[in-house]
């Protein structure tokens, strides 16, 4: 009995042993001075493909359905099928096509100054009139060494890699967090989340269909591996002694 406890603690010693380090992220204090917030870093500039939800509204509001697609497709539920369906998407030559007001061209231009545009044309056509636009298909994917791996839906102007992760659940254990790979428009670029410099690089801030991918530290798990071996066999051991220390002591 006294082996089988013996060999236990040797067990739980090597556990604790072949737990990880955390490492700090941003590993470096600001200057005192220095304030960082989204608003400093640029809003994503709009593309071919993407798709806006515009609403044109007023006091009477019988008088705008014309310029509305959602009110004229008899939808009475607002969800995020029917805001894709019935979104209008930038075409090859930068334009969205609203009914009455025409082809405006906003590629290159932030929701915001999209927004403006549109309400610009919307003047020459209505009197009192609100300009609503929204970008509904702003998504991110993160993979790798993260809690919740996935595809994400964006509902802001923009988006840190820090809050990227953060819907992913955050960094696993293994996550090599000195080398995350950022996928954007067929290149692969690097980031080190351990260094505060990556605070002020324009990647910081991602843009829509950005895939990042956290690798994993390799000679990490490598040993995290053979540790979960060496404890698996030391248990199997220690249960065979204690059963043939039972049979040889009755």
């Given at each position: ?194 260094e505060i410099e990556t605070l002020y690089s324009q990647n910081f801030v991602l ?27 030391i248990s199997s051991i220690a249960l065979i002694a204690n059963i043939v220390f039972s049979i040889l002591n009755p």
């Amino acid at each position: 009995m006294k082996f089988s406890l013996y060999i236990s603690i040797v067990s739980m010693f090597l556990v604790s042993c072949s737990s990880m380090n955390k490492i700090v992220l941003l590993d470096k204090d600001l200057d005192k001075d220095t304030k960082i917030t989204t608003a400093n870093y640029p809003k994503h500039q709009l593309q071919e493909g993407d798709i806006l939800h515009v609403k044109i509204i007023g006091i009477q509001e019988e008088s705008f359905d014309i310029f509305n697609v959602e009110n004229n497709a008899n939808n009475s539920q607002t969800t995020s099928a029917n805001l894709f369906l019935n979104g209008f998407t930038i075409d090859s030559k930068g334009d969205i096509e609203i009914p009455t007001l025409g082809k405006i061209p906003i590629e290159g231009l932030t929701v915001e100054e999209a927004k403006s545009k549109i309400q610009t044309r919307a003047n020459d056509f209505l009197i009192n009139s609100t300009v609503i636009v929204k970008h509904i298909n702003f998504e991110i994917t993160v993979l790798g060494e993260v809690n919740r791996p996935g595809t994400y839906t964006v509902y802001k102007d923009n988006i840190t890699i820090l809050e990227a992760l953060g819907l992913s659940g955050d960094l696993s254990d293994y996550a090599n967090r000195k080398k995350i790979k950022l996928i954007r428009d067929n290149k692969i670029l690097y980031i080190d989340l351990t260094e505060i410099e990556t605070l002020y690089s324009q990647n910081f801030v991602l843009k829509s269909d950005d895939v990042i991918y956290v690798e994993p530290l390799r000679n990490v798990r490598l040993r995290s591996s053979n540790a979960q071996i060496y404890i698996s066999a030391i248990s199997s051991i220690a249960l065979i002694a204690n059963i043939v220390f039972s049979i040889l002591n009755p």
